[in-house]
């Protein structure tokens, strides 16, 4: 998963395993951990993710001192599961006591190959740098065998 924060707004980019891991589990967590060279221990820590919520609720951002979590309902996550969208984009506006308007948004994108790969129709399903890596087609559905390229 791949976060990318400007100003007010939030953008993740998943890939399928990870809209699986969302669809099976009810969330897609990564973390990003600094430990002490010497010691091991952990510094610090952040963590950033995915949840599903229940149907009645709103899907929302959450920040705290040490992670960011958008939370989708299922009818977002319905939208994110469509292989002819390209996300889910979440925007919040309020009016402030002066008049001027505060605007946020929170985007959650599938992470496809770039325009120059030889397969722009398939996402990238796990990709380690030296290693054959797995593509799925976009219009597959969950579950479904997964054919392995190189």
């Not at 390209?86 to 929170?106: C, H, I, K, T």
Request: hydrophobic share 30%; proline share 7%; charged share 30%.
């Amino acid at each position: 998963m791949k976060i990318r924060i400007q100003d007010n707004s939030i953008r993740f980019r998943i890939t399928l395993k990870e809209l699986e891991q969302l669809n099976q589990n009810g969330k897609a967590v990564a973390e990003t951990v600094i430990r002490d060279p010497r010691t091991g221990m952990v510094e610090g820590r952040f963590q950033y993710g995915l949840t599903r919520l229940k149907p009645e609720s709103e899907s929302r951002c959450e920040i705290s001192p040490a992670a960011i979590f958008i939370h989708l309902n299922p009818a977002d996550l319905a939208v994110l599961n469509d292989p002819r969208e390209e996300g889910v984009y979440l925007r919040r506006e309020a009016q402030m006591p002066d008049g001027s308007v505060y605007r946020f948004m929170a985007f959650v994108e599938k992470d496809r190959p770039s325009s120059k790969c030889g397969k722009p129709e398939q996402w990238i399903y796990e990709l380690h740098p030296g290693m054959n890596y797995e593509t799925r087609p976009i219009g597959t559905s969950i579950g479904l065998e997964s054919s392995k390229t190189s």
